[in-house]
C-alpha cells in the first residue's frame, strides 16, 4: 500500500458510544497530524505529533484522544461525542512539522455522523 | 492573524472554458503555499507548492501563480474531469498552516 491510509471510512455512532478512528501512512514521514473538515469552514487543525511526541493539541476537547502509538500509525479515540462533531476527519503526514518543503499528504478521511 | 480566502465560493464553466480561481492570503512569513484538489468524499490531493513571488507551477491544465498577496490557479480548456474543489493553504514561518474554505468548480460538458 502506498500513501495515507484511513478506516473506516465512514462511521455511524450514537453519543454514548467509544470508537476509534485508524490512520497508517506508508511515505517514511515523521509527523502525522489529525484535521476536522466541515461544511463551509476551512479545515482545523486538531493534533499534531512529530516522531510520536504530540507537539500541538489545538484546544480539542476531551472526549477526542489522540494516540500515535510510531511514526507510521495515528488513532483517534472518540467517546460521548456530540452531534455537532459529525464531520469528515482527515489524517495527513509530512516529511517533519518545520521541514523546509511542508507539503501535507491527506487520507480519503473517515466520515463521522454522530446521532 | 494569518489567513486564506478564496473566490469565487463556486464557478460553473462550460467544458473548454477557461478561468481562474483566486487565493487571498495575509502570513506573518510564507514558507510556502499550496493548492490541492478535493474529490466528493475523498480527502485533499496535492497538487502544487509556491514558495515565492512570481513563481509558477504547471500540471496538466492547470497552472498555478504566485504574489505577494494572493495566488492564482488557472485552469486552461478545462475538462468535466477537473470538477472539484480546489483548496489552498500557506505554511507559516511558525511552521502553521492555514487552509481557505475552497473553490468548488463544475465543468459542464
Known amino acids: 500500500e502506498t500513501g495515507v491510509t484511513q478506516t473506516p471510512r465512514h462511521l455511524v455512532m450514537g453519543m454514548t458510544n467509544k470508537k476509534s478512528l485508524k490512520c497508517e501512512q506508508h511515505?517514511?514521514?515523521?509527523?502525522m497530524y489529525w484535521y476536522k473538515q466541515s461544511a463551509k469552514k476551512p479545515l482545523e487543525l486538531m493534533f499534531v505529533?512529530?516522531?510520536?511526541?504530540?507537539?500541538e493539541n489545538n484546544s480539542v476537547p476531551s472526549r477526542f484522544s489522540p494516540e500515535c502509538p510510531n511514526s507510521s500509525h495515528l488513532f483517534l479515540h472518540l467517546h460521548t461525542l456530540q452531534p455537532e462533531d459529525s464531520a469528515l476527519y482527515l489524517c495527513a503526514s509530512s516529511q517533519l512539522q518545520g521541514a523546509s518543503t511542508g507539503e501535507l499528504f491527506f487520507g480519503e478521511g473517515s466520515r463521522l455522523t454522530v446521532l | 492573524e494569518d489567513q486564506v480566502t478564496q473566490s469565487p465560493e463556486a464557478l460553473r464553466l462550460q467544458e473548454g472554458e477557461s478561468s481562474s480561481l483566486n487565493c487571498s492570503y495575509t502570513?506573518?512569513?510564507?514558507?510556502?503555499l499550496f493548492w490541492y484538489r478535493q474529490d466528493p468524499g475523498k480527502g485533499p490531493e496535492f497538487l502544487f507548492t509556491?514558495?515565492?513571488a512570481g513563481e509558477e507551477k504547471e500540471k496538466e491544465r492547470l497552472k498555478a501563480t504566485l504574489t505577494k498577496k494572493e495566488s492564482f490557479l488557472h485552469i486552461t480548456a478545462p475538462k468535466p474531469e477537473d470538477s472539484a474543489t480546489y483548496l489552498c493553504a500557506v505554511f507559516n514561518t511558525g511552521n502553521q498552516f492555514y487552509f481557505g474554505t475552497g473553490t468548488s468548480l463544475t465543468v459542464i460538458p
Open positions: 502570513v506573518s512569513g510564507l514558507r510556502g
Open positions: 505529533y512529530n516522531f510520536k511526541e504530540q507537539t
Open positions: 509556491l514558495y515565492s
Open positions: 511515505l517514511g514521514h515523521n509527523a
